[in-house]
């Protein structure tokens, strides 16, 4: 930070009490200590900062400390972190190598208890956290939440370890996020029952208002993967003190382009009220949460914005306990050294290792749905070459293989559509939830180097095209990067338009291809261990019956 200001005059937005006035607000400590009503004129306003409501910070492929450089730029002062990936790899060491790191900046990180690792048993993880790591976690200050319960079903059925975390959470009097797509009726109603208060899988009005009927709160999720904030934004208009705003998952090029800022504005232009949408931004997390952020109120911590005008928000400063930590589009949080931690071992993989024979069948296929997590499931025939099924460019049906990247074993072989590719292939470590190597191409000689790129480098994004390799190093747990965000995002960029010369036209398709590994969300997804219906929870075998 360069500097801490002790007063700052402008038109004040105070959200919790609803009113704009002129004022000047009086700083000592880092908090506010006195705002004084005045009758003068203000060019600029002075907001609340933003909050992510839920996050994993690991998605954005940057540590905790370059995460906050570049959000505090477009207004994001804190957020609440789920550190389900590098948790899924490296248990509660992650977590706390999590914490650590954001201790290091003056950015309001807020943490969950990853409630879910692994996510299933049905994929191969680096780690476990169970109902013993869950109470230690929950008792740490930072903690302000049971993250996401992703195991629906075992809430339903009364599985005895969910339903200790569940437990444990109430004891220690933090909140319990949920995780539910597509639940409806009277399984909606029993999961909602047992104190779980968020969800941000919606992906219709009709699922959210639902979901807020029977007490729920809902976070208008606008990710790099999953977009969801135009079905959504409608249920603002109505139910403002029940939304939040967040992210989930974001790649660095979108972060780079903004953050929580654009839900803002896009929420103000669809004719949600300018004061309903910064209760969205700040007040309804930071209550939910409990979360120690201010909201322009005698004895708060001095976080908030300076902007330019309640229409276009642009965001002139930022600040956090009172100092300036962003001004003018650039960050002034000072980039720091980060510690390389990791949990990476699997030999490289030959051409014959992902070859997989035709059994004159027609197969079960993946369909990847752009801006989405959920798939859909195809049955097609399947293209041989030489007695084996191979990727077919003109159906745009292709081979997609897991591999486990925590012990040498056997790739994984299914087949997917909508990726688009017509030559080469990309391949990434980062493959929700648990992180092994996952790779789509158009031939197995391709998808082969694309995997084993990631394998010399322990971790990162690949993509391969005759003599054109190009890879993001991701050696923080095969996930994140050791560069500062502005690297990581030119090489992601790099990557990014190298796939869509390959013919892909998703809109993200590194971030797509990252879900494809997600066994809990529906239809159809492939794991290290096998493709898997997700509808039913259980392996389905690639070729039909």
């Not at 120690?292 to 930022?318: C, H, R, S």
């Not at 009172?322 to 650039?330: I, P």
């Not at 050294?337 to 699997?346: L, M």
């Not at 971790?459 to 500062?484: Q, R, Y």
């Amino acid at each position: 930070m360069t500097e801490t200001i002790s007063q700052i005059s402008g038109n004040i937005v105070d959200v919790a009490g609803r009113k704009i006035f002129p004022g000047t607000i009086e700083i000592s400590g880092g908090r506010i200590a006195r705002i004084i009503e005045e009758n003068k004129k203000y060019s600029t306003y002075i907001i609340p900062g933003f909050i992510d409501s839920h996050v994993h910070i690991e998605s954005s492929m940057l540590t905790p400390t370059e995460f906050a450089r570049v959000a505090v730029i477009h207004g994001t002062v804190g957020s609440v972190c789920d550190p389900h990936e590098i948790a899924n790899v490296m248990g509660i060491d992650g977590i706390r190598y999590m914490i650590n790191d954001g201790d290091s900046v003056p950015f309001k990180f807020s943490w969950g208890a990853s409630s879910c690792v692994p996510a299933t048993s049905f994929e191969a993880a680096g780690a476990r956290i169970d109902v013993d790591q869950v109470q230690a976690l929950l008792n740490m200050d930072k903690v302000k939440c049971l993250s996401e319960m992703m195991n629906f079903p075992g809430v339903l059925g009364n599985d005895p370890e969910v339903m200790a975390k569940i437990d444990l959470a109430k004891l220690y009097n933090k909140v319990i996020d949920g995780h539910a797509p597509g639940l409806r009726g009277k399984e909606l109603e029993k999961y909602i029952s047992y104190g779980i208060s968020t969800d941000h899988e919606c992906n219709s009005k009709s699922e959210a208002l639902e979901k807020i009927r029977f007490g729920m709160k809902i976070q208008i999720r606008e990710g790099s993967a999953a977009k969801n904030f135009d079905a959504l934004i409608p249920i603002a208009k109505e139910h403002a003190d029940k939304c939040m705003f967040c992210s989930d998952d974001k790649h660095p090029d979108d972060l780079m382009a903004g953050h929580i800022n654009k839900m803002v504005k896009k929420a103000i232009h669809y004719g949600v009220d300018t004061i309903d949408v910064l209760r969205i931004a700040s007040l309804n997390p930071i209550r939910h949460y409990g979360l120690d952020v201010g909201l322009l109120q005698v004895g708060d911590p001095a976080d908030f914005l300076v902007i330019d005008n309640l229409k276009d928000l642009n965001i002139l400063e930022t600040f956090i306990n009172g100092g300036l930590v962003a001004k003018d589009g650039k960050t002034l949080i000072e980039e720091s050294s980060k510690r390389i931690v990791n949990n990476f071992n699997t030999k490289e993989k030959r051409v014959h290792d992902i070859s997989i024979k035709d059994q004159n069948r027609k197969i079960h296929i993946i369909e990847a749905v752009d801006g989405q997590l959920i798939t859909n499931q195809i049955l097609d025939e399947a293209k041989v070459v030489d007695d084996s099924i191979v990727s077919d460019t003109k159906r745009d049906i292709l081979k997609i293989v897991v591999i486990n990247r925590y012990k040498d074993s056997s790739p994984s072989i299914g087949f997917i559509k909508n990726f688009g590719l017509k030559k080469g292939a990309i391949g990434s470590s980062v493959a929700h939830d648990s992180h092994n190597i996952i790779s789509v191409g158009v031939d197995d000689m391709d998808i082969c180097r694309a995997v084993n790129i990631i394998i010399k480098n322990k971790g990162g994004l690949s993509a391969v095209c005759g003599d054109t390799e190009k890879v993001l190093p991701l050696p923080i747990a095969g996930i994140m990067s050791d560069l500062n965000y502005i690297e990581v995002s030119k090489k992601y960029i790099e990557l990014d338009r190298f796939a869509k010369e390959l013919g892909s036209q998703l809109r993200a398709p590194f971030m797509t291809l990252s879900f494809m590994a997600l066994l809990v969300i529906p239809e159809i997804k492939l794991s290290d261990k096998g493709l898997f219906d997700v509808s039913k929870f259980e392996f389905m075998d690639l070729f039909a019956s």
